[in-house]
Every structure is written in structure tokens, then in C-alpha cells.
T-cell receptor, first 115, second 116 residues
Framework: AQKITQTQPGMFVQEKEAVTLDCTYDTSDPSYGLFWYKQPSSGEMIFLIYQGSYDQQNATEGRYSLNFQKARKSANLVISASQLGDSAMYFCAMREGRRANNLFFGTGTRLTVIP | DSGVTQTPKHLITATGQRVTLRCSPRSGDLSVYWYQQSLDQGLQFLIQYYNGEERAKGNILERFSAQQFPDLHSELNLSSLELGDSALYFC???????????????FGEGSWLTVV
């Protein structure tokens, strides 16, 4: 089974609107971390936001927030007030277990912001 | 700017050749990771070093090897290159080797390798 599933290959959003990018994960380990990265066309991988499995509150970083639903094993990224510069690939990733540190990545979602 | 530096940014080489990719982690980070991003395999973890020692191994081919030096920079050596090795190779770093809360992993800009 895939550890990280991103079911939206592509998404479109109007500038200044909010958009939700879906991510579900699969693990039996109670300790894990969830990450979102942005990859613009230039190729660099930019860290956006982190959520730990024991965190009580949803993570937020500026216009980015993570809708963490532990029982459903979902960690959706919400981008508010979309900007043209948000157009990029977005990857959800998981670090599984307390001793591991490598990340499992999903297949990504390509977000296009329409002016 | 993540603070992780990778060189070269682009590299074109022929099949059968050997290349070395270099990475300098963020200041203070002791752990270095290598990832490969290809069209057919997506993003895959290759290997992790912590303070000079190999910490974890992922889907790294035997033709590939890596090391981390005393100054904490790391090199990924790719030999007997094949067309399928064409990919974007990322280096990443973090402060600690283990999965602690808030232990974010920061990526460099990647090295684009094209094998012709």
C-alpha cells in the first residue's frame, strides 16, 4: 500500500481564493510527521509546513494551514488567498516512526492559479 | 533559500561515465539525505548520513555511493551511468538524525543529471 496518497493530479484555483490539496497517509506507527513541500518549475523543493502526530492543534504557517484529521489519516493543505506565485507542484510527505528520518512522498498535485 | 547548497546545478554526461554530486548542509545540521526524483519513480529516498556515518539506506543502487566528510559536506557518486539515471538529485539536511517533533528536513535546489 502507498504510504502517501495524493489523489488530485491537478487543481485550478482563482487568484485570491482558497484551495485545499488532499493528502492521505497510511501508517500503523503512532509517531510520525507530515510535511508539505512546494516545487516550482525551477525544481527546488521548498518546505511549507509540518504536522506531528502528537500535535494537538493544526499547523499554520502564514497562508498555509494543515487540516489534520488523525482518525481519517488525512493531512490536507489549505492555501488561503491564492497568488499567481503559488502555481507549482505540491508534495505531501511522511516521516514514519521515531527512529526514522527519511521521507515518503506522494505523487504530487500540480496547482495552477488563474488570474 | 533553504541554506542547503548543491553543485553542480546541471550536468550532462554520457552512458557509462561517473559523476559526483556535492552537497553542503545548512549551518549546524549534522544529518544529510540524498533523494532522487525521476518521472517514472517519483521522489525516492536514497541514503542518509549523520555526522559522517551512514544512518539509513533506501533505494540506492549498488552503482551509487555516498559519503559525508568531517566538515559535514556530502558527495553522491554515480557510476556506470545509464539513461535511466537521468533525474533530479536532491540533497537535504536536518539538525538531528531521528524523527523528533519539528525536525524539519530542508532541501537544496537539486542537481539535474542528464545521461545521454
Amino acid at each position: 500500500a502507498q504510504k502517501i496518497t495524493q489523489t488530485q493530479p491537478g487543481m485550478f484555483v482563482q487568484e485570491k481564493e482558497a484551495v485545499t490539496l488532499d493528502c492521505t497517509y497510511d501508517t500503523s506507527d503512532p509517531s510520525y510527521g507530515l510535511f508539505w513541500y512546494k516545487q516550482p518549475s525551477s525544481g527546488e523543493m521548498i518546505f511549507l509546513i509540518y504536522q506531528g502526530s502528537y500535535d494537538q492543534q493544526n499547523a499554520t504557517e502564514g497562508r498555509y494551514s494543515l487540516n489534520f484529521q488523525k482518525a481519517r489519516k488525512s493531512a490536507n493543505l489549505v492555501i488561503s488567498a491564492s497568488q499567481l506565485g503559488d502555481s507549482a507542484m505540491y508534495f505531501c510527505a511522511m516521516r514514519e516512526g521515531r527512529r526514522a528520518n527519511n521521507l515518503f512522498f506522494g505523487t504530487g498535485t500540480r496547482l495552477t492559479v488563474i488570474p | 533559500d533553504s541554506g542547503v547548497t548543491q553543485t553542480p546545478k546541471h550536468l550532462i554526461t554520457a552512458t557509462g561515465q561517473r559523476v559526483t554530486l556535492r552537497c553542503s548542509p545548512r549551518s549546524g545540521d549534522l544529518s544529510v539525505y540524498w533523494y532522487q526524483q525521476s518521472l517514472d519513480q517519483g521522489l525516492q529516498f536514497l541514503i542518509q548520513y549523520y555526522n559522517g556515518e551512514e544512518r539509513a539506506k533506501g533505494n540506492i543502487l549498488e552503482r551509487f555511493s555516498a559519503q559525508q566528510f568531517p566538515d559535514l559536506h556530502s558527495e553522491l557518486n554515480l557510476s556506470s551511468l545509464e539513461l535511466g539515471d537521468s533525474a533530479l538529485y536532491f540533497c537535504a539536511s536536518s539538525a538531528t538524525p531521528q524523527g523528533a517533533a519539528g525536525n524539519t528536513i530542508y532541501f537544496g535546489e537539486g542537481s539535474w543529471l542528464t545521461v545521454v
